[in-house]
């Protein structure tokens, strides 16, 4: 009898011992079984900052920057992990390409970014559902139980549901898998080990650059003198030492305040160059500039490079004042309205008038000179980048002594889609000197001029334009009728 349980004993357990040999093959294969649990884990090494050979941080105008390091690894031999340190909290893992050389036998084999940084938020949620303590001012201890962390902690001690605690938390260790700071950990295959050289490349936002510009204009407002400021902008939450800096101008296409520049002295020289060890050239459709030498880029840091300055250079001062379509859409009559003149400045970016450098886009701040010999802010204006050759113009603000009257004195509707209005415009000049204003009419559709005062001018298939010029002192009254169709 007792050899017939025995035997069914057996048969029973056959189809289970199978069962067992095959999920225990699977784990171990996993890494979960008990002798891959027994097995020592894989030698980790790390790479700091103390290890970085060159560093290249190459930064865009849209809150970019690409980083290029080279750092000097000692690798164990076999399968081993590397954690590659001190990088921005705000960098884009995906991003990243990794190169031990062509001839090196170290192989990638995988890659995390380990960015659960250390806070007492982070580590009392590693003890939710745990016991912890709390040291009291005469050194007793009070436990209890930490139940959640949603919206703050809540405690369990002695059976109640707490959330405060009097004396100071205290926790029997500190939390695995938290990190002081954002880490790269790469998972290779490092064949015999030693020494070895990494580079990292990867893409990092809260980088970013801008130009600022001063323009100051000599005593007549005729000719002035242009420096660039370059300030950078960093806030990706990793800094970067004997860094070398290269900034691309331009708008790369991407699937997602300025501070005050220093002030400047006036230059007499005829032509611009780039500030010493300043080194531009064109990249495809874009412009690089390398900075000379190497500097320290500080997390939480804005720091300004000369970029270039250029003297001698001349300028144009520009009255203008501008309408609006819909102005000749509909009757107006008799609403007398008055205009603000718009002060604005022109100069060529050309080697001949002491330029030819391609501009960044940046903020332009203007200085006059005031009698005293004292710099005064005339206004400021932003400028896209500009290519060499061309021109840049800047709207500075608005003329004081110079004042605008609008009439409307006729208005016709003479189809559905044909309007016709009569204008008359009355500019006066307070100051010393005779003026010319510009005057712009966008009329939103296809024009006529069928009678004025002076002569019109085409500016674009949809806006004319007429140059009022307007003696010191005196007022010159421009009339004209003009027929649009929609």
Request: contains cysteine; neutral net charge.
């Amino acid at each position: 009898m007792r050899r017939q349980e025995t035997v069914r004993a057996r048969r029973r357990g056959r189809p289970g011992g199978r069962r067992r040999v095959a999920l225990a093959a699977a784990a171990v294969a996993l890494g979960f079984g008990g002798a891959a649990a027994g097995a020592a884990p894989s030698p980790v090494a790390a790479s700091e900052v103390q290890g970085r050979k060159a560093l290249d941080v190459t930064i865009y105008n849209n809150d970019l920057a690409l980083v290029r390091e080279v750092r000097a690894v000692q690798l164990p031999a076999g399968t081993c992990a590397l954690e590659f340190r001190d990088v921005p909290a705000q960098i884009e893992p995906r991003s990243l390409l990794v190169d031990f050389g062509a001839k090196s036998p170290v192989r990638l084999l995988e890659q995390d970014y380990e960015f659960d940084l250390l806070s007492r938020e982070k580590i009392l949620e590693k003890y939710i559902g745990q016991e912890l303590a709390w040291i009291q001012e005469d050194g007793k201890r009070i436990k209890g139980r930490l139940l959640g962390m949603t919206a703050g902690p809540v405690f369990e001690v002695d059976g109640e549901v707490v959330f405060e605690v009097p004396g100071r938390i205290a926790l029997p260790a500190l939390p695995a898998n938290l990190r002081a700071r954002p880490t790269l950990v790469w998972r290779l295959d490092a064949g015999k080990g030693g020494a070895a050289e990494v580079e990292a490349s990867y893409l990092t936002r809260g980088v970013s650059w801008s130009t600022d510009y001063v323009l100051q204009l000599d005593a007549r407002g005729e000719r002035a003198g242009l420096q660039a400021w370059v300030s950078i902008d960093n806030r990706s939450g990793g800094a970067f030492g004997d860094a070398r800096l290269l900034l691309v101008a331009g708008e790369i296409n991407q699937v997602r305040p300025v501070p005050a520049p220093r002030m400047m002295m006036m230059k007499t020289e005829a032509a611009a160059d780039y500030a010493e060890g300043v080194q531009e050239e064109a990249l495809y459709d874009y412009h690089l500039y390398t900075l000379p030498g190497v500097t320290t880029l500080k997390d939480a840091q804005i720091k300004q490079v000369s970029l270039f300055e250029a003297g001698g250079i001349s300028v144009r001062r520009h009255y203008r004042l501008g309408g609006q379509a819909y102005w000749f859409q509909s009757p107006r009559l008799k609403q007398k309205t008055e205009e603000k003149v718009a002060v604005s400045l022109t100069f060529e970016n050309r080697q001949a008038n002491g330029l030819g450098l391609p501009l960044p886009a940046g903020t332009v701040r203007v200085y006059g000179q005031a009698a005293s010999g004292g710099r005064q802010l005339l206004g400021e204006d932003r400028i896209d980048h500009t290519p060499k050759d061309e021109e840049v113009e800047l709207q500075i603000g608005v003329a004081f002594d110079l004042v605008a009257e609008r009439t409307q004195t006729d208005y016709k509707r003479i189809a559905d889609n044909v309007h016709q209005s009569a204008y008359r415009l009355v500019l006066r000049n307070h100051k010393t000197e005779a003026v010319t204003v510009e005057v712009v009419e966008p009329t939103g559709g296809d024009w006529q001029v069928l009678e004025s005062s002076l002569p019109a001018r085409k500016k674009s298939v949809s806006a004319l334009e007429f140059d009022v010029p307007v003696a010191a002192g005196g007022e010159t009254v421009l009339t004209y009728r003009l027929q649009v169709s929609y």
